[in-house]
């Protein structure tokens, strides 16, 4: 009972299951031709081989073939030390004879490259069918070597043909090209600027690009059976600049004229933007017939419109400019309402009511604009975000003006 569980007999159990386990399988003997297709009127090579074949000394097959799609025109590169083709075109077969001399040859011995010229129409078939006659080792008992054998295809096929394209779109960071089904093709092969990007069995490809940049799109039909690609077409497309979009953010919706009394109007074009690059230029025209320049633009308003009854809102022009070439613009215009010093309310007048709005809205402050509180902007006659008796003093030495 001991001896069973033995360690050292459990091991060489082990090891010989392990021996019998990866002990290949006798090989059989196969005498085969490769599948091969062609275009039209090409010549091509199939290797004709006996696989597995120990010490063999003769061998003698026929292969039978359609001759209406097929001619036999060579058979050469044996590895028998001699080999010798029989080749009738007419009926349609070739019988191959080959000696080695000595010990025979062993393993998988070639015995000819044959030469295949197809005389038939694209999409003809015929398979290559091999009849041993013959084949036996290389000593005086001519033993016959069991054999089978493994016939083929010989196909015709037009060559592949690259697709058309049928469209490109862009966008800031993209290209999607579409293109006709490609004939005679398993897939199409995708180069971007000569550099193999994929195989494609759809009709489309979509790329991602640096904006504004040039690309150029190879596409090459591949046929798997005939193993060749097409001819290529090309096209190149520039990624067009994008335009920016210009817009505007008021600090003060109600401005001043401030060229005695200070006020000055900001103008802030930071919440202007561009798809696919930044802007490089601001600028400004200010409706009064000055101009500046800048992302954030400040302006000392030294005249107002009034039609006799109201004031009329100046007209500002904001032009942003981007960073590619060629420059694209944009162009916004935006209303900035503008009165005379001191008239916090808008009607040409500066009095008692003025002084009540900065006395209402006394002590008011803003961070980054009124917003909302329309009252405080209108009471922020200097613009300082702060409604105090800096804007009461305007309204004292402006009293009495009227707009005209
Ligand atoms: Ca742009
Ligand atoms: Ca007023
Ligand atoms: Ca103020």
Same mark, same amino acid.
Request: hydrophobic content about 40%.
């Given at each position: 009972?001991g001896?069973?569980?033995?360690?050292a007999?459990?091991?060489?159990?082990?090891?010989?299951?392990?021996?019998?386990?990866?002990?290949?399988?006798?090989?059989?003997?196969? $005498?085969?031709?490769g599948?091969?297709?062609?275009?039209?009127?090409?010549?091509?090579?199939a290797p004709?081989? *006996?696989?597995?074949?120990?010490?063999?000394?003769?061998?003698d $097959?026929?292969i039978?073939?359609?001759?209406?799609i097929?001619?036999?025109?060579?058979?050469?590169?044996?590895?028998?030390?001699?080999?010798?083709?029989?080749?009738?075109?007419?009926?349609?077969?070739?019988?191959?004879?080959?000696?080695a001399?000595?010990?025979?040859?062993?393993?998988?011995?070639?015995?000819?490259?044959?030469?295949?010229?197809?005389v038939?129409?694209?999409d003809?078939?015929?398979?290559?069918?091999?009849?041993?006659?013959?084949?036996?080792?290389?000593?005086a008992?001519?033993?016959?070597?069991?054999?089978?054998?493994?016939?083929?295809?010989?196909?015709?096929?037009?060559?592949?043909?690259?697709p058309?394209?049928?469209s490109?779109?862009?966008g &800031?960071?993209?290209i999607?090209?579409?293109?006709?089904?490609?004939?005679?093709?398993?897939?199409?092969?995708?180069?971007?600027?000569? *550099?193999?990007?994929?195989?494609?069995?759809? #009709?489309?490809?979509n790329?991602?690009?640096?904006?504004?940049?040039? #690309?150029?799109?190879?596409?090459?039909?591949?046929?798997?059976s005939?193993?060749?690609?097409?001819?290529?077409?090309? #096209?190149?497309?520039?990624?067009?600049?994008?335009?920016?979009?210009?817009?505007?953010?008021?600090?003060?919706? =109600?401005?001043?004229?401030?060229?005695?009394?200070?006020?000055?109007?900001?103008?802030?074009?930071?919440?202007?933007?561009?798809?696919?690059?930044?802007?490089?230029? =601001? #600028?400004?025209?200010?409706?009064?017939?000055?101009?500046?320049?800048?992302?954030?633009?400040?302006?000392?308003?030294?005249?107002?419109?009034?039609?006799?009854?109201? =004031?009329?809102?100046?007209?500002?022009?904001?032009?942003?400019?981007d960073?590619?070439d060629?420059?694209?613009?944009?162009?916004?215009?935006?209303?900035?309402?503008?009165?005379?010093?001191?008239?916090?309310?808008?009607?040409?007048?500066?009095?008692?009511?003025?002084?009540?709005?900065?006395?209402?809205?006394?002590?008011?402050? &803003?961070?980054?604009?009124?917003?909302?509180?329309?009252?405080?902007?209108?009471?922020?006659?200097?613009?300082d975000c702060?409604?105090?008796i800096?804007?009461?003093?305007?309204?004292?030495?402006?009293?009495?003006?009227?707009?005209?």
């Amino acid at each position: 009972m001991g001896k069973i569980f033995n360690p050292a007999f459990i091991a060489m159990l082990l090891s010989l299951l392990l021996v019998v386990s990866i002990t290949p399988a006798a090989a059989a003997t196969t $005498i085969t031709i490769g599948n091969i297709f062609v275009e039209p009127g090409e010549t091509s090579v199939a290797p004709v081989m *006996i696989e597995d074949v120990t010490h063999v000394g003769t061998v003698d $097959i026929t292969i039978f073939y359609d001759p209406s799609i097929i001619h036999v025109t060579g058979a050469v590169n044996s590895e028998f030390d001699f080999m010798y083709p029989v080749i009738n075109n007419s009926a349609g077969f070739v019988r191959i004879g080959g000696i080695a001399y000595g010990e025979g040859v062993s393993g998988d011995i070639k015995l000819a490259d044959l030469m295949l010229e197809a005389v038939g129409d694209a999409d003809e078939t015929s398979t290559l069918s091999i009849t041993i006659n013959e084949l036996k080792v290389a000593d005086a008992t001519e033993t016959t070597i069991p054999s089978g054998v493994q016939n083929s295809n010989f196909g015709i096929l037009n060559p592949p043909q690259p697709p058309v394209i049928l469209s490109v779109t862009t966008g &800031c960071h993209w290209i999607k090209w579409t293109w006709t089904a490609c004939s005679n093709s398993d897939f199409v092969e995708v180069r971007i600027n000569g *550099i193999w990007i994929g195989n494609c069995t759809g #009709q489309y490809y979509n790329y991602n690009v640096s904006p504004h940049s040039t #690309q150029t799109i190879s596409l090459y039909g591949y046929n798997s059976s005939l193993n060749r690609y097409s001819t290529h077409i090309n #096209q190149t497309i520039t990624i067009p600049n994008f335009p920016p979009v210009a817009d505007v953010r008021f600090v003060h919706w =109600y401005n001043n004229v401030g060229s005695i009394y200070n006020c000055r109007t900001i103008f802030d074009a930071s919440v202007s933007s561009d798809p696919d690059g930044s802007i490089a230029y =601001y #600028q400004w025209s200010f409706g009064d017939g000055n101009s500046g320049i800048g992302e954030l633009a400040e302006h000392i308003y030294g005249s107002y419109d009034w039609n006799g009854t109201g =004031y009329e809102p100046l007209t500002v022009t904001l032009t942003v400019t981007d960073d590619l070439d060629p420059l694209v613009n944009d162009i916004i215009t935006v209303p900035v309402n503008v009165y005379v010093a001191g008239d916090a309310n808008g009607d040409g007048r500066v009095n008692i009511l003025d002084a009540t709005i900065v006395g209402l809205e006394w002590g008011d402050t &803003c961070i980054s604009g009124w917003g909302e509180n329309v009252n405080g902007d209108r009471a922020d006659l200097n613009n300082d975000c702060k409604v105090n008796i800096l804007d009461a003093v305007i309204i004292g030495a402006c009293w009495g003006h009227v707009a005209s």
